[in-house]
């Protein structure tokens, strides 16, 4: 099994859609999670940080659930601007163990 | 906003060179790391630096790579001697607290690194 497993996609999906995305993980000792966003050819940025409560900021929510090791993501009301790739991440001791990646193309 | 910065941001290089990527974490964090990423694959751990030593290093980060923190700002990653297949985006990151105590980590826009 992979450390971290996402679905790669592409997500195609119009505008003003709602999407989510999944992720497993396979080390039920980590810590952390977060969601990162990378743009082509650019460096990943922090999205949010994933909490067992989950957390939500704006039109973005994310869930975590330690019992299925799994990881979510959900955006509502899709933006142009949203096009990218979300990177489902988890923690290591000293290190981030990054899943493939969604690709996301959000469609006028 | 503090942000990483690395230079240069496209290096190209002979197979068998060496070369040095270079580095300025955030100033206040304390843990650095390096990860890369070939063309079309996931983001890859290569090392964690702390305290002028390294915490923890991949299968990738072999003989060849080296970190270095020269100075009170830079942190360098040295690739002795280059293979074709070391051709990637190199990530440098830093965060504020590390190990147990797990923090955002901040990325620096990249070095492409093309060997030819």
């Known amino acids: 099994r992979k450390e971290v497993e996402q679905d790669p996609g592409p997500f195609n999906v119009p505008e003003g859609a709602t999407v989510a995305f999944n992720c497993t993980y396979s080390n039920s000792a980590s810590q952390s999670f977060f969601w990162y966003r990378q743009d082509c050819r650019k460096e990943p940025k922090l999205l949010m940080s994933v909490y067992s409560s989950g957390n939500e900021d704006g039109r973005f929510t994310a869930q975590l659930n330690r019992a299925s090791q799994y990881i979510s993501l959900l955006i509502r009301d899709s933006k142009l601007s949203d096009s990218a790739t979300y990177l489902c991440v988890v923690t290591g001791t000293y290190k981030y163990i990054f899943g493939t990646g969604t690709r996301l193309k959000v469609l006028a | ?116």
Request: glycine residues 6%; contains cysteine; hydrophobic residues 30%.
């Open chain 2, 1 to 116: 906003e503090p942000e990483v910065t690395q230079t240069p941001s496209h290096q190209v290089t002979q197979m068998g060179q060496e070369v040095i990527l270079r580095c300025v974490p955030i100033s206040n964090h304390l843990y650095f790391y390096w990860y890369r990423q070939i063309l079309g694959q996931k983001v890859e751990f290569l090392v964690s630096f702390y305290n002028n030593e390294i915490s923890e290093k991949s299968e990738i980060f072999d003989d060849q790579f080296s970190v270095e923190r020269p100075d009170g700002s830079n942190f360098t990653l040295k690739i002795r001697s280059t293979k074709l297949e070391d051709s990637a985006m190199y990530f440098c990151a830093s965060s504020r607290l590390g190990g147990r105590e797990h923090d955002t980590q901040y990325f620096g826009p990249g070095t492409r690194l093309t060997v030819l």
